[in-house]
């Protein structure tokens, strides 16, 4: 079903960020892990989230949803063998974490998920979770479906992954839980720290420190430890604010409010590109802390915007939101380039030839590289009028919507159902600011 996005003259309006993906995973793995019940407040209701509840529940823990956002686990403080697959559907983080939490029990799980996830890599979760004692069966080696089988004590690594990833580096620290003697991973590059963060929320004690000036971040933990129930709201996920914050920026009069959204040096890559190096018009107040998470509301306005070369060391920082800076580059002054993203090549799709395509069928001149993409602006509003392949990838699918918003001509998408999996309000949102996302059949 092709959905089209229509340019319209003004981007304006205020809106509440939707529950963090990320922290919405680990909130309910923590509490799953647990002995006693955990309550939250706004949980992101997305399908990749819905499945990791569902693996939690077919793994012995009490998951109850009690309204919208409004979620209740029982955790037993551990997992029971369960009686049927565990089908994370689109989830890389939430089958990876998974993957990680259950290593330290004796049981076997199946892992499987849909086509896309399917052809992902586990690699690097399953080297780590192997040297730690635990068997993991694949198919083709690396890939779901998979069989892991737990063990009841784990043995303790030292482990420094190969490329930055946030879920690597979870998946061995919920595994160092169970395991015998200290668990550390050292990071060349920083993550985001989101599973640091809630394990010290459940009681757990961490070591973090620094290598010496500019060196590997070291995390560390000693196995054996309980988690504790956690009462908390989920902060709002700074990769979803993108997309409303976007259609203000580009829109010839935008001025755009986004409530609640989480603020971590880990995650806020996008906004200090924007901000710092392509001239956009952005602002923010102090909104709380949620969850040890300062909350931000973000605003964003018209202004001329220009190309920029984006520093490696900021890539970790942003690997979700290059698909919405592409966008956001297309109607920039100048040339914008990314690389040192190769981890884009294994997303939901390739997402650096994804990108490409969106916005050459668009009439934007780009170019892919092996780690990344170069984007010659506009200078203004990009031709549009394309038929956009989303590739079942959500971050292209809002992406392409949001561009149409400001093209010349009306932007559309073969498929949007997929945004269900981390963004279920964003028709009514982006409706909300003025956008008109609809049916071609309506």
């Keep these: 079903m092709v959905w089209t996005s229509h340019p319209v003259p003004r981007i304006v309006g205020q809106i509440r960020a939707p ?16 002995k006693g019940t955990s309550t939250f407040s706004g949980m992101l209701e ?24 409004r979620w209740e686990v029982i955790g037993r403080g551990g997992f029971l063998a369960p009686s049927a697959a565990l089908d994370f559907g689109n989830s890389g983080t939430g089958s990876r974490l998974m993957m990680g939490a259950v290593a330290g029990f004796p049981i076997d799980a199946r892992f499987i998920g849909d ?66 003697g200290r668990t550390v991973v050292r990071e060349a590059s920083d993550t985001r720290d989101h599973t640091e ?34 009462q908390t709201a989920i902060p709002g996920d700074p990769s979803s604010a993108a997309f409303p914050i976007a259609a203000g920026l580009i829109s010839a009069d935008g001025n755009v409010l986004v409530e609640g959204v989480m603020s971590n040096d880990t995650r806020s890559g996008l906004y200090d590109v924007l901000a710092a190096r392509m001239g956009a018009v952005i602002g923010a107040d102090e909104a709380g ?19 920029t070369d984006v520093p490696p060391r900021t890539v970790p920082s942003m690997i979700d939101e290059f698909p919405i800076l592409a966008v956001i580059a297309a109607f920039a002054e100048g040339e914008t380039r990314v690389s040192g993203a190769e981890e884009l090549r294994v997303k939901e799709t390739d997402r650096i030839a994804a990108t490409v395509d969106m916005l ?83």
């Design 19 to 34: 529950g963090d993906k990320s922290c919405s995973h680990r909130a309910l793995i923590l509490a799953s892990l647990a």
């Design 46 to 69: 997305g399908d990749d989230v819905l499945r990791t509840a569902g693996a939690c529940r077919a793994l012995g823990a009490g998951v109850e949803r009690l309204g919208v956002g």
């Design 115 to 180: 086509e896309s996830l399917s052809g992902r890599p586990m690699g690097r979760i399953i080297d780590p979770l192997t040297a730690m004692g635990a068997k993991i069966d694949a198919s083709d080696g690396q890939r779901l479906p998979l069989v892991l089988t737990g063990r009841e004590r784990l043995s303790a690594i030292d482990y420094a992954p190969p490329k930055a990833s946030a879920q690597v580096k979870s998946a061995v620290l919920l595994a160092g839980l169970r395991a015998e």
């Design 197 to 230: 963060r809630m394990l010290r929320a459940a009681g757990a004690e961490l070591e973090i420190r620094r290598e010496g000036p500019g060196g590997p971040r070291i995390v560390s933990l000693e196995g054996g430890q309980a988690l504790s129930p956690l």
């Design 289 to 307: 802390d949620v969850c040890g998470e300062r909350t931000i509301d973000l605003h964003a306005s018209s202004g001329g915007l220009k190309g």
């Design 360 to 442: 050459r069928v668009n009439g934007v001149e780009a170019e892919a590289l092996d780690d990344g993409f170069v984007v010659q602006g506009c200078g203004g509003p990009p031709p549009g009028g394309g038929v956009v392949e989303t590739r079942h990838d959500h971050r292209i699918a809002m992406s392409a919507l949001v561009m149409g918003t400001a093209a010349q001509s009306p932007v559309a998408v073969d498929d949007l159902s997929m945004i269900e999996t981390s963004y279920p309000r964003f028709v009514a949102d982006m409706a909300a600011i003025g956008a008109e996302i609809r049916d071609v059949a309506a």
